[in-house]
């Protein structure tokens, strides 16, 4: 079974936080690199951040010293801490496998998590 279920998003003033959840399938996250991903409207999607099995971790730079990326193993879970939002923030989010899982030829993704960053 292949699923990646997106949770935490919202509306929140430029300077909030938000922590973003990401359930995936095993077969998507155990041993996996893990990402998160955005597409900000009228946008291609774009990387975000990245986490390793073993916790390494790795950032776009627009986002450098704001989020942070985590993982838990045993709950086959990654989350995304986001601190001093922007509106140029705002966007749906979503986690995949990076680079992404693809399904009969096409990258495979959730319903993804809408961030919106007023100012």
């Known amino acids: 079974q292949v699923q990646l279920v997106e949770s935490g998003g919202g509306l929140v003033q430029a300077g909030g936080s938000l922590r973003l959840s990401c359930a995936a399938s095993?077969?998507?996250?155990?041993?996996?690199?893990m990402g998160w991903y955005r597409q900000a409207p009228g946008k291609q999607r774009v990387w975000v951040a990245r986490?390793?099995?073993?916790?390494?971790?790795d950032y776009a730079d627009p986002v450098k010293g704001r989020f942070t990326i985590s993982r838990d193993n045993a709950k086959n879970t990654v989350y995304l801490q986001m601190n001093g939002l922007k509106p140029e923030d705002t966007a749906v989010y979503y986690c995949?496998?990076?680079?992404?899982?693809?399904?009969?030829?096409?990258?495979?993704w959730g319903q993804g998590t809408q961030v919106t960053v007023s100012s």
């Open positions: 995949n496998r990076h680079p992404p899982v693809v399904l009969g030829g096409n990258n495979y």
């Open positions: 095993r077969t998507i996250f155990s041993g996996n690199v």
């Open positions: 986490i390793t099995p073993g916790g390494s971790t």
